[in-house]
């Protein structure tokens, strides 16, 4: 499956993005998708990730109640919606897919990668 996110960009600390991410090439149903980010200087790291169905997700504790991750099957689209954002957020984002059946934060088990978006947060 090919991979392709969208909507990052320069926000202040408290605002809101929506990130999307299109898939193309394969069933996208049969896909688990996950979001990772990689500040400047660190490594990649988890951020959320959402079942095949749609109907599990998971969130790596510094994003859980701010960012929200959704599939839309019909679309072959997966969103990160990330509110109360704060500078430590500013990183890369990629979206993620897995053939794996169930939710799993690592990145070593998604075979399909996006581009990143930039997400920079000002303080």
């Known amino acids: 499956v090919q991979l392709q996110a969208s909507g990052g960009g320069l926000v202040q600390a408290g605002d809101s993005l929506r990130l999307s991410c299109a898939a193309s090439?394969?069933?996208?149903?049969?896909?688990?998708m996950g979001w990772f980010r990689q500040a400047p200087g660190k490594e990649r790291e988890f951020v959320a990730a959402?079942?095949?169905?749609?109907?599990?997700?998971y969130y790596a504790d510094s994003v859980k109640g701010r960012f929200t991750i959704s599939k839309d099957n019909a679309k072959n689209t997966v969103y990160l919606q990330m509110n109360s954002l704060k500078p430590e957020d500013t990183a890369v984002y990629y979206c993620a897919a897995s053939r794996y059946s169930l939710v799993t934060t690592r990145g070593t088990d998604f075979g399909s990668w996006g581009q990143g978006t930039l997400v920079t947060v000002s303080s």
């Open positions: 090439g394969r069933t996208f149903s049969d896909y688990l």
């Open positions: 959402i079942s095949r169905s749609g109907g599990g997700t």
